[in-house]
């Protein structure tokens, strides 16, 4: 099976870029529809974020889960932005109106480590409007 390029030239020509689009699946094309739109808002990549930076990341949430701990509840979600996942957690927190999944929105925070993955711990959020 060919691999196909998720993030073409800029000089590719608009047949090639038609052909591709047409050949590639559609997890690819909500893939590179979600980098292009984190790319508008001025997000950074979630593989170019590094541990300790102050980092803005834009996608959208495709699992928000409560974890009901004895010490501390935590609200987690995972947001996607075409080329990766970071973990979006509410400390104390069992519920946030909007925070659903298939939700786009932005989170700005210091970006944190756990368990190998990328971690944002109470982050600022703003949520995108909901097409309806």
Same mark, same amino acid.
């Given at each position: 099976?060919?691999?196909?390029? $998720? ?9 090639? *870029? ?27 990549? %979630? ?7 102050? %980092? ?13 701990? $004895? ?13 990766? $996942? %970071? ?7 069992? *519920? ?9 929105? #932005?989170?700005?925070? *210091?970006?944190?480590? *756990? ?16 097409? #309806?």
């Amino acid at each position: 099976m060919a691999r196909i390029d $998720t993030n073409p030239p800029a000089s590719e020509s608009g047949v090639r *870029r038609i052909f591709r689009r047409l050949v590639a699946s559609d997890s690819q094309l909500d893939a590179e529809d979600l980098q292009a739109a984190s790319a508008r808002a001025g997000a950074t990549p %979630v593989p170019r974020c590094a541990r300790g930076e102050k %980092v803005t990341v834009s996608g959208r949430l495709i699992s928000v889960v409560y974890c009901p701990r $004895t010490n501390l509840p935590t609200l987690e979600a995972e947001l996607f932005d075409g080329s990766g $996942t %970071v973990t979006l957690v509410w400390l104390g927190r069992r *519920r946030i109106p909007g925070i659903e999944p298939g939700r786009s929105m #932005s989170a700005e925070g *210091r970006l944190a480590v *756990r368990d190998g993955r990328k971690v944002m711990y109470n982050p600022l959020y703003s949520l995108e409007p909901t097409s #309806s």
